[in-house]
């Protein structure tokens, strides 16, 4: 890393990184640094009052992008506060808004939400799993992420949860609901799967080769991912967020040092958010890629796949000339960015004319088209309801995207969001291919009149010596992401909630195979790809 170019400190320059001070701040037309201006309200309310202010906020277009417990007070659990933090946002402008909530130590509980919004009750599952705070009235109470055989009563993120007890047979078989009627059978696939993939248990009821109902089964790896993140300075887990989830080590990492950030009051420079926004676009652009080349895969065209792993090989040593990793780990560090060279304009042009003639090969062959078309849609109130994110709620006629919603640098005009409305395979193939043309052209402008280096604003000038808390927002190649954190007075993380896209997305796939034939599983899994890994924390 060159010193020459390392800034300490939250003082802004008047000239960009680098070792070309003549190219200083020459930005493209559409991309004039603006401040990006974000609004965060904190409400403390009592839990008499949730339901009515939750409603509020969202008949006023409000999306709950995370449910966060704490365990206020370490020391003892006599007299410890468990507090619940709901994050709603909205954007444009970036407007956040969090419901703080005090509940009994002795006895957690509050209104359940989960008829007005499908997520906060899943949230609220998981609240109860983790912390012990019980959602009132839930329709479906169950265990959510504790499988059977985790014992009762232990609460793993408490503060006084102590030790695991001994872990033991499973109570009872998972309640599936039994199958019935005539002809109806089950196919029982997983936990355990083929190659590198992560176990997740499906249970399909069928009747000849049509889908009645799937039950998708997660959470075999819970890892306590968030408990790992606890008392130590937030520098020291800047890596442990890049591995929350494998292959979205730049949306992770981004999102937690944008809320590191928002808690320390840390300003990031200019130069640096664009640094930012260029490495998470090259990581949506590897992950889209791939996606394609396994969606024409599972149709039989092992050509095009092929291709497309030549391509996602270019792309990865792209990667690695940008930042020094091919997962392009290291690229973003807290009040800042390292890149060591810049994408070539003209390598990406390349790379697109590559991508686009393999999409139009994809397109032009009858099979591909007829397996896709049709197959395991989605529609709009389906994808609505659940609150699905990113490109699976893109494809089925959503626009929303955290790039416009909640900007962490100015895009100008360069960012179009494409949407297509059919909610079907072909369209999340196509909002691929259409987010990897976007991804083309905001690089591209991006890399303007800047120069690569290693730039920082972290650590913070002066110490609040106070508990702060912060938010980051980023919209990942899967989806959002949002991560909240809390530092005490010595800058230490004391809790850090993390939520991946797929948390949101993975109710959408049983909704979408109904009707659907069992052959087109593989297929209809792939266009989703969701990850275990960033699901089952």
């Known amino acids: 890393m060159p010193s020459d170019n390392k800034r300490s400190g939250n003082r802004p320059s008047s000239s960009a990184a680098g070792t070309h001070p003549e190219r200083a701040n020459i930005l493209p037309p559409s991309l004039n640094d603006r401040p990006v201006v974000r609004r965060t309200q904190t409400e403390l309310i009592e839990p008499t009052q949730l339901h009515q202010r939750a409603a509020e906020l969202l008949k006023q277009g409000y999306r709950l992008a995370l449910v966060a417990a704490h365990h206020d007070t370490p020391e003892a659990a006599n007299g410890a506060a468990i507090r619940v933090v709901y994050l709603f946002v909205v954007g444009p402008p970036d407007t956040r808004v969090e419901l703080h909530l005090h509940l009994d130590p002795n006895a957690p509980a509050l209104p359940t939400l989960a008829a007005l919004s499908f997520p906060a009750g899943r949230f609220e599952r998981e609240m109860r799993d983790l912390y012990g705070v019980v959602p009132l009235g839930h329709p479906l109470p169950r265990r959510l992420l504790r499988h059977p055989h985790w014992p009762r009563g232990w609460y793993p993120m408490r503060a ?21 009627g005539p002809g109806t059978y089950e196919i029982p696939v997983g936990p355990v799967h083929a190659g590198l993939i992560e176990p997740g248990h499906f249970r399909f009821t069928v009747v000849g080769e049509t889908i009645l109902k799937l039950k998708a ?18 520098a020291r887990r800047v890596a442990l967020a890049e591995r929350i989830s494998g292959d979205t080590a730049v949306g992770h990492a981004l999102a937690y040092c944008l809320a590191v950030e928002d808690a320390a009051g840390v300003e990031v420079l200019p130069e640096a958010a664009r640094m930012r926004a260029i490495l ?19 149709v039989g065209h092992a050509i095009l796949h092929a291709h497309a792993l030549r391509i996602r090989e270019t792309l990865l040593r792209l990667n690695l000339d940008t930042t020094g990793h091919r997962l392009l780990r290291g690229g973003i560090i807290l009040g800042g960015a390292n890149i060591r060279r810049l994408p070539d304009p003209t390598r990406l042009e390349a790379i697109g004319d590559d991508i686009r003639e393999l999409v139009a090969l994809a397109l032009s062959h009858t099979i ?31 626009s929303d995207d ?20 059919s909610g079907d395979v072909l369209a999340r193939f196509l909002i691929r291919a259409d987010e990897i043309d976007v991804s083309l052209g905001l690089i591209t402008e991006l890399i303007g009149g800047l120069n690569p280096g290693y730039i920082t604003s972290w650590p913070p000038i002066t110490s609040t010596r106070h508990a702060t808390a912060g938010t980051g927002i980023v919209e990942g190649w899967r989806g959002t992401i949002a991560h909240r954190v809390e530092l005490d007075g010595e800058g230490r993380l004391t809790r850090v909630k993390i939520v991946d896209p797929s948390f949101f997305n993975w109710p959408a796939i049983p909704v979408a195979l109904k009707d659907t034939i069992v052959p087109d599983f593989p297929l209809t899994n792939k266009s989703f790809n969701l990850s275990y890994a960033g699901n089952d924390l």
């Open 160 to 180: 006084d949860a102590g030790p695991p007890p001994a872990f033991g047979d499973p109570e009872t078989p998972y309640p599936f609901r039994p199958v019935e």
């Open 217 to 234: 089964r997660l959470w075999f790896t819970h890892k306590g991912t968030e408990k790992l993140f606890e008392g130590h300075a937030p």
């Open 280 to 298: 998470l676009e090259l990581e949506r652009l590897h992950n889209h890629i791939t996606d394609i080349g396994a969606l024409c895969n599972d």
């Open 368 to 398: 591909i088209r007829d397996r896709f078309t049709g197959t395991a849609v989605l529609t709009r109130k389906q994808a609505f309801d659940l609150g699905t994110l990113g490109y699976v709620a893109r494809a089925s006629g959503l």
């Open 402 to 421: 955290a790039r416009v919603s909640h900007p962490f640098s100015d895009l100008g005009d360069t960012l179009t969001v494409p949407t297509r409305t």
